[in-house]
């Protein structure tokens, strides 16, 4: 936290550089407000980076682009209804609002747009008074009407009316707390967190756009866990991930076994560690590992067995948590791309450990590496994160074990296209060698052919075309 003579100092040279300058000065030429409003400030504050420039002002939207249009590179209008004109000037891009002054309909989650006439009303209708916070410019004065400071200063999350009708006006404002819990560390006031546990169900009329989004947002902060354990403990997990807080299965005297759902939560803290340690620096969150990182056991529920020797078990909780995974992020409207890579993720998580404990031929390393294709990196980290166990002699094991299959993969990929393992003979070669004509056949050789390479490494052309011929005699007439 920065104290306040730091944090106005940072904000006066913020204002006093462009593109804020000059902007200020073609506002209160044309008589109009303009305030630095909501997170930059919040952020000035907290001693964080600076990134987005959000402004708002007394301007109607056909002003702000009067105004603007003389200074700046570009400008748009995809939130004119709402008030909101972007422009970008040089290497800055802000966006520039008109003051609100909304009303909501209980069960709409749309707010009937209405223009208003002040800073401070504008600042009340916002979701928590540490976002409430604004500068003026040219005028650099401080704007508080809610008491956003001290809040700040006391690592407080307090809505700036009552959480019931914050949370009434824009139920997502629910998970834009719980992010901020995670992403700031701040603590939600007890009536916010109270509000949100009874309110969880006005989450139902939010899109599901909108929720993605802010669990993707989550998922990207340094410490999602206390977000998430947030979003269990209020019950909007239900309405966003319902397959998380099902992780805590019941543990009885007779059947013990690891808390599947603090297992979880461990898991994706240590492939953030891995990702952060193996990736290049400031490269943006990996959603797709810490999706799969997250949800690689929500199979072991519907998976969970006890034997009769009251050993528990969860038996191709792999396979049914990618089909549940996949389910889920459909649900989400998450891109088909991130679907498709975070099922696989968790459809392969245990592949390492069946062979573990024994040493790894060319074939099954070729094999990894087809089957994980281009997720192998994120399954290398997420394997090594799904290593919990507080036994230090079985971790190094099995660390040393995954250390020496992914150097197994970097000698076979200096030797062989790891990457891309194809047959040694195409699909036109197969169809000249055997003279068929495209069909089931020229398939089915392709994939022997495909088997023959990934068991026994590269072969020449004309060994290829042998195997081809043996195979294809082998058949005989009756399978032709």
């Given at each position: 936290m920065e104290s306040v003579a730091q944090a106005v100092s940072r904000l006066r040279e913020?204002?006093?550089?462009?593109?804020?300058?000059?902007?200020?000065?073609?506002?209160?030429?044309?008589?109009?407000?303009?305030?630095?409003?909501?997170?930059?400030?919040?952020?000035?504050?907290l001693g964080r980076d600076v990134h987005d420039l959000d402004l708002a002002t007394s301007a109607r939207p056909d002003d702000i682009i009067r105004i603007?249009?003389?200074?700046?590179?570009?400008?748009?209008?995809?939130?004119?209804?709402?008030?909101?004109?972007?422009?970008?000037?040089?290497?800055?891009?802000?966006?520039?609002?008109?003051?609100?002054?909304?009303?909501?309909?209980?069960?709409?989650?749309?707010?009937?747009?209405a223009f208003g006439d002040t800073l401070e009303g504008d600042l009340l209708r916002r979701d928590f008074t540490i976002n409430a916070l604004a500068l003026r410019i040219p005028q650099l004065e401080l704007v508080d009407p809610t008491g956003g400071f001290d809040h700040l200063v006391a690592g407080l999350l307090v809505t700036p009316t009552t959480p019931e009708r914050s949370f009434g006006d824009d139920p997502l404002r629910m998970l834009r707390g719980v992010r901020f819990a995670a992403q700031?560390?701040?603590?939600?006031?007890?009536?916010?967190?109270?509000?949100?546990?009874?309110?969880?169900?006005?989450?139902?009329?939010?899109?599901?756009?909108?929720?993605?989004?802010?669990?993707?947002?989550?998922?990207?902060?340094?410490?999602?866990?206390?977000?998430l354990e947030l979003l269990v403990a209020t019950g909007l997990a239900d309405y966003v991930l319902p397959e998380l807080p099902a992780l805590r299965l019941e543990i009885d005297e007779h059947a013990h076994h690891k808390d599947v759902y603090e297992h979880s939560l461990t898991v994706l803290e240590q492939a953030i560690d891995l990702e952060k340690a193996r990736g290049e620096k400031d490269a943006p969150a990996d959603t797709i590992l810490r999706l799969a990182a997250l949800l690689h056991d929500i199979g072991k529920p519907a998976t969970?067995?006890?034997?009769?020797?009251?050993?528990?078990?969860?038996?191709?909780?792999?396979?049914?948590?990618?089909?549940?995974?996949?389910?889920?992020?459909?649900?989400?409207?998450?891109?088909?791309?991130?679907?498709?890579?975070?099922?696989?993720?968790?459809?392969?998580?245990?592949?390492?450990?069946?062979?573990?404990?024994?040493?790894?031929?060319?074939?099954?390393?070729?094999?990894y590496v087809r089957d994980a294709g281009p997720v192998l990196e994120r399954l290398h980290i997420l394997t090594r994160a799904d290593v919990t166990t507080r036994n230090k002699r079985k971790a190094s094991r099995l660390k040393n074990a995954y250390d020496e299959l992914e150097q197994r993969i970097t000698e076979l990929a200096e030797q062989e296209e790891l990457a891309a393992i194809r047959p040694d003979l195409d699909g036109e070669q197969i169809m000249a060698i055997l003279g068929l004509r495209p069909g089931p056949e020229v398939g089915a050789a392709y994939r022997y052919l495909l088997e023959v390479r990934l068991d026994e490494g590269p072969l020449a052309a004309d060994v290829a075309e042998q195997r081809l011929r043996d195979w294809w005699s082998a058949r005989g007439d009756d399978s032709r």
């Open positions: 913020l204002a006093a550089a462009e593109p804020l300058a000059t902007l200020a000065q073609r506002f209160a030429a044309a008589g109009h407000e303009l305030a630095l409003v909501g997170g930059p400030v919040r952020d000035a504050f603007i249009r003389p200074v700046v590179d570009a400008h748009w209008d995809i939130g004119r209804d709402f008030g909101t004109i972007g422009a970008r000037i040089g290497d800055d891009t802000v966006e520039i609002t008109t003051y609100r002054a909304d009303e909501y309909d209980p069960s709409s989650r749309k707010p009937e747009v700031l560390g701040v603590t939600i006031d007890e009536a916010a967190l109270q509000a949100m546990t009874a309110m969880r169900g006005r989450l139902e009329i939010i899109s599901a756009e909108r929720i993605r989004d802010e669990l993707v947002k989550l998922l990207a902060t340094a410490s999602p866990r206390r977000g969970r067995k006890i034997e009769p020797n009251g050993a528990v078990t969860f038996h191709h909780h792999d396979v049914v948590g990618a089909k549940m995974a996949k389910k889920r992020l459909t649900a989400l409207r998450f891109d088909k791309e991130t679907i498709t890579a975070v099922a696989r993720l968790i459809e392969l998580h245990l592949r390492f450990f069946g062979y573990a404990d024994a040493p790894w031929t060319d074939s099954g390393v070729r094999r």
